[in-house]
């Protein structure tokens, strides 16, 4: 069964920092694509990040370039955001969601999210 | 970038009864488009990707349709349990853009 666990969410302070983690399991991790997708509070969805399986690219919303980076350790089956000088439109709920093998990125299974509380 | 336009963004319906949802690109392009479902509280499941493929364990009373600008979800025969907020996703380029959302609400 393929199970996405987010975690690392919490309360940081403007212009701070934050990491978030997805373990996964159930699949083979090294294979296929992953991003973030976040929901601020009673918003809609918005794609953060990207990465290939193998780690080789990345994409990001131009919201966040610059200031997150997306990695992921095969070895570990784990995903990463690391998310640096936050802001107060960062908060939302974060997800990790795998692209589905397919020539398209649709995402076929979701993290339970973690939230992230950008405020003073 | 792609912008994705939903409409309408809500829309009040009885059980039984035939919704529709439309989506609008920016841009065209041939079939990466997928239909997600979240309910409050809850991760979004996939409904539809490239438009029309249902995905494995979705009911058949759903089904995607478009190509080029205008995508469509038509949810036939309204059960309870899809009272909830629908989003369009365009899957043809990066940055990865979502539509605003739909909420099916109870009439």
């Known amino acids: 069964e393929v199970q996405l666990l987010d975690s690392g969410g919490g309360l940081v302070q403007p212009g701070g920092s934050l990491r978030l983690s997805c373990a996964a399991s159930g699949f083979t991790f090294s294979r296929d694509a992953m991003s973030w997708v976040r929901q601020a509070p009673g918003k809609g969805l918005e794609w953060v990040s990207g990465i290939t399986g193998s780690g080789g690219n990345t994409y990001y919303a131009d919201s966040v370039k610059g200031r997150f980076t997306i990695s992921r350790d095969n070895s570990k089956n784990t995903l990463y955001l690391q998310m640096n000088s936050l802001r107060a439109e960062d908060t939302a709920v974060y997800y990790c969601?795998?692209?589905?093998?397919?020539?398209?990125?649709?995402?076929?299974?979701w993290g339970q999210g973690t939230l992230v509380t950008v405020s003073s | 970038d792609i912008q994705m336009t939903q409409s309408p963004s809500s829309v009040s319906a009885s059980v039984g009864d035939r919704v529709t949802i439309t989506c609008r690109a920016s841009q065209g392009f041939s079939s990466g488009l997928a239909w997600y479902q979240q309910k409050p509280g809850k991760a979004p499941k996939l409904l539809i990707y490239?438009?029309?493929s249902l995905q494995g364990g979705v009911p058949s009373r759903f089904s995607g349709s478009g190509s080029g600008t205008d995508f469509t979800l038509t949810i036939n025969s309204l059960q309870p349990e899809d009272f909830a907020t629908y989003y369009c996703?365009?899957?043809?380029?990066?940055?990865?853009?979502f539509g605003g959302g739909t909420t099916v609400e109870i009439k």
């Open positions: 969601a795998r692209q589905m093998v397919y020539a398209n990125p649709y995402f076929d299974y």
């Open positions: 996703q365009q899957a043809n380029s990066f940055p990865l853009t």
């Open positions: 490239a438009a029309s």
